[in-house]
């Protein structure tokens, strides 16, 4: 029998709780706003900031994953069945992972009866996914059969990101989560980098546009991070980003710029620095479409 659950974007009080928390009832609104709110469970405030960086900082996928909640990423658990020297087809997509997802994490566990799931391939086996199917054979096991009453389920959970109307900022921020979930640090850089400067060339010329100044100029993109944009919010009465997740970007653009012309990074980049570089582009981006739509309503 097939159940399934779905869960929304989400975060995990850290203060010994352990309560499962709706990410939007903290992030991205209230957090920019300044808005700290306690968990309702224990009492305690919830440091989102400090919860991203812990989760990007976990060795184990399976908790490293949750982080891709703050791009909006998703989580569809299920079973199927899967009896010994059997072949099934699973279509993601009949268990609401949309076709043009990414896919970030995929885990596989087989209970008493059911075989052992071994994903297939044709004869030109691939590196990447490319489809939301995928096919497994059931390896018979010793405890494998009809012994334990004929069930033959495997559970199986799914974390992806939804393609976003905000295309290019968010396929590249995908983009970039699947390496880091890789461990290729240095090349998350590049589309980490992609998506902040397609975003921050908009909403700069977006907000010149509302606030009645000239927008026909290209300011570099610092000097829209570090002044244009704080002047804006000082107009509008707008909450400013804050300094650590300014300087990480800043540091992400002088990785980006290692890159791109020397073609590597000067020094290893560290998972706790990478985690610390992702987490400041993820927040960066939400931050933007929030200013975005404060600079929009004072214009009301």
């Not at 896919?103 to 996914?129: C, D, K, S």
């Not at 100044?213 to 610092?222: A, G, Q, W």
Request: charged share 20%.
């Amino acid at each position: 029998m097939e159940r399934i659950f779905k869960t929304p974007p989400a975060l995990v009080c850290r203060n010994n709780c352990g309560s499962v928390l709706r990410l939007e009832d903290f992030f991205p609104e209230l957090y920019f706003e300044g808005i700290t709110r306690e968990c309702p469970t224990c009492g305690q405030k919830i440091d989102v900031w400090s919860h991203a960086i812990e989760l990007l900082q976990k060795k184990a996928q399976l908790f490293r994953n949750k982080g891709a909640a703050f791009i909006g990423g998703e989580d569809v658990s299920f079973t199927f069945q899967l009896p010994p020297n059997k072949t099934v087809e699973v279509d993601l997509t009949d268990y609401g992972v949309p076709d043009d997802a990414k896919l970030i994490y995929v885990v596989y566990t087989p209970f008493a009866g059911a075989g052992w799931p071994i994903e297939m391939h044709g004869n030109q086996p691939i590196q990447h996914r490319t489809t939301n199917k995928m096919t497994f054979f059931g390896k018979p096991m010793p405890k494998s059969g009809n012994e334990v009453g004929g069930h033959h389920d495997v559970s199986m959970s799914v974390t992806y990101i939804p393609k976003s109307q905000e295309q290019t900022p968010f396929t590249n921020l995908a983009n970039a989560y699947e390496l880091f979930m890789l461990d290729k640090f240095s090349e998350m850089i590049i589309p980490c980098a992609v998506a902040l400067e397609y975003s921050i060339e908009r909403v700069t010329a977006y907000s010149l546009q509302a606030s009645n100044l000239p927008d026909n100029l290209k300011p570099s993109k610092r000097l829209s991070l570090e002044v244009i944009l704080p002047l804006i919010c000082k107009t509008h009465n707008i909450p400013t980003l804050n300094n650590e997740i300014t300087e990480l970007v800043i540091r992400l653009w002088s990785l980006r710029n290692q890159m791109a012309h020397d073609g590597e990074l000067k020094q290893h980049l560290t998972h706790a620095e990478a985690s610390k570089i992702l987490a400041a582009a993820m927040f960066c981006i939400n931050y933007f479409g929030f200013l975005s739509g404060r600079v929009q309503n004072s214009q009301s």
